[in-house]
């Protein structure tokens, strides 16, 4: 491949190095939140990218600059042959970092191929410790099966392992404490992330919890020490309660946007290349891809997202801004 590496940087002088890929806009699950069955829409088998495609885009990624792959969904363990695709994406030369994030439902069953494709760290959404309410959050009842799942990738010795909870107001906020505790015990990073005004929330919606409140929360359990961040980190500021075998994050896309710093592309599983999770712009390269296009044509759709990519998302986002639902982004 005859293509310049390490071009890209955006228009304000970020480098982009973190590409999220959807593999599937399919999931097992139906959280409140992010709500893939009201989609009213699949895609088509033959719209979302087949592996060798995720593959080559991947390829050209990465000569252009990409080190970090985290992969997602909808759930990409319930896409077929993810763990093979898992293996293909980590023997790319100069990919430095893959990661995954899964609801944890399928995880036992495919343990062994992720842990084998060289992936270390997974971000598992995890929104209470209550089987009921997690029942009421997903749609099913896997709580158990989940934790057990988290129990089984500890002792696999996965690490980091970070619990993504999503602060959902009168819902899962009066757990807060709860799964802040998990990081004393276990070394597991919990992670508290503002509810986005993504897809399509019933019309009544109560404002989100703000990172502020559920610090406050946290912080009845003690004092938070900071935790250095290093270069790669992602958007979490990080702290460790006193004592605590893990950590604790918190995630303010809502309160305190962290655009200014932000390093992503994402690759939507209808092959749109997105520059910011709360915008519409979007480059499709599936379709020059699908013509038969050149790698270096392909990098230009790449360039030409990056060159796209807005400084911020609006402040605030009304209900009719909401972009698309975030089974099909991925998150
Ligand atoms: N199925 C996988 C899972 O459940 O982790 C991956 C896809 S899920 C869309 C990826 C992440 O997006 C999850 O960690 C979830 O917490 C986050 N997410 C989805 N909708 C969100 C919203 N409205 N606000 C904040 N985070 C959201």
Same mark, same amino acid.
């Given at each position: 491949?005859?293509?310049?590496?390490?071009?890209?940087? %955006?228009?304000?002088?970020?480098? /982009? !190095?973190?590409?999220?890929?959807?593999?599937? &806009?399919?999931?097992?699950?139906?959280?409140?939140?992010?709500?893939?069955?009201?989609?009213?829409?699949?895609?088509?088998?033959?719209?979302?990218?087949?592996?060798?495609? +995720?593959?080559?885009?991947?390829?050209?990624?990465?000569?252009? *600059?990409?080190?970090?792959?985290?992969?997602? *969904?909808?759930?990409?363990?319930?896409?077929?042959?993810?763990? %093979?695709?898992?293996?293909?994406? $980590?023997?790319?030369? *100069? /990919?430095?970092?893959?990661?995954?994030?899964?609801?944890?439902?399928?995880?036992?069953?495919?343990?062994?191929?992720?842990?084998?494709?060289?992936?270390?760290?997974?971000?598992?959404?995890?929104?209470?410790?209550?089987?009921?309410?997690?029942?009421?959050?997903?749609?099913? %009842?896997?709580?158990? =099966?989940?934790?057990?799942? +988290?129990?089984?990738?500890?002792?696999?010795?996965?690490?980091?392992?970070?619990?993504?909870?999503?602060?959902?107001?009168?819902?899962? &906020?009066?757990?807060?404490?709860?799964?802040?505790?998990?990081? /004393?015990?276990?070394?597991?990073?919990? =992670?508290?992330?503002?509810?986005?005004?993504?897809?399509?929330?019933?019309?009544?919606?109560?404002?989100?919890?703000?990172?502020?409140?559920?610090?406050?929360?946290?912080?009845?359990? $003690?004092?938070?020490?900071?935790?250095?961040?290093?270069?790669? !980190?992602?958007?979490? &500021?990080?702290? =460790?309660?006193? $004592?605590?075998?893990?950590?604790?994050?918190?995630?303010?896309?809502?309160?305190?946007?962290?655009?200014?710093?932000?390093?992503?592309?994402?690759?939507?599983? %209808?092959?749109?290349?997105?520059?910011?999770?709360?915008? &519409?712009?979007?480059? !499709?390269?599936?379709?020059?891809?699908?013509?038969?296009? /050149?790698?270096? !044509?392909?990098?230009?759709?790449?360039? =030409?997202?990056?060159?796209?990519?807005?400084?911020?998302?609006?402040?605030?986002?009304?209900?009719?801004?909401?972009?698309?639902?975030?089974?099909?982004?991925? *998150?």
């Amino acid at each position: 491949m005859e293509l310049e590496k390490n071009r890209l940087i %955006d228009s304000y002088k970020r480098r /982009l !190095d973190y590409l999220r890929i959807s593999i599937t &806009d399919r999931c097992n699950l139906n959280c409140l939140y992010c709500n893939p069955l009201s989609t009213e829409t699949k895609l088509l088998h033959k719209e979302i990218l087949r592996y060798e495609e +995720i593959l080559r885009i991947a390829r050209i990624g990465v000569h252009l *600059g990409i080190t970090k792959i985290r992969v997602t *969904g909808g759930e990409p363990l319930a896409r077929k042959g993810c763990c %093979d695709f898992l293996q293909q994406l $980590g023997e790319i030369d *100069g /990919l430095k970092d893959i990661s995954l994030t899964t609801n944890g439902v399928l995880l036992n069953e495919h343990i062994d191929g992720i842990h084998a494709a060289g992936v270390k760290r997974l971000n598992i959404s995890l929104d209470s410790l209550n089987r009921d309410k997690y029942h009421q959050i997903t749609g099913h %009842d896997v709580f158990d =099966r989940v934790w057990a799942n +988290i129990q089984l990738a500890l002792a696999r010795g996965f690490s980091p392992i970070k619990l993504n909870m999503v602060v959902q107001s009168g819902i899962n &906020d009066d757990e807060i404490r709860e799964l802040a505790r998990l990081s /004393l015990n276990h070394p597991l990073h919990v =992670r508290f992330i503002e509810q986005m005004p993504i897809g399509k929330p019933p019309a009544k919606t109560a404002p989100p919890v703000l990172v502020p409140a559920i610090r406050a929360c946290v912080e009845s359990l $003690g004092e938070l020490i900071p935790v250095t961040k290093a270069a790669t !980190d992602g958007p979490a &500021d990080r702290y =460790r309660l006193r $004592g605590g075998k893990g950590e604790i994050g918190f995630i303010s896309p809502v309160s305190n946007h962290f655009c200014s710093r932000c390093n992503r592309l994402r690759l939507t599983s %209808d092959g749109r290349l997105l520059t910011c999770l709360l915008s &519409d712009i979007s480059e !499709d390269i599936k379709t020059p891809l699908r013509r038969g296009l /050149l790698d270096n !044509d392909l990098a230009a759709v790449f360039l =030409r997202a990056v060159g796209r990519k807005p400084f911020s998302h609006p402040e605030a986002l009304m209900p009719s801004q909401q972009p698309e639902q975030m089974v099909s982004i991925g *998150g």
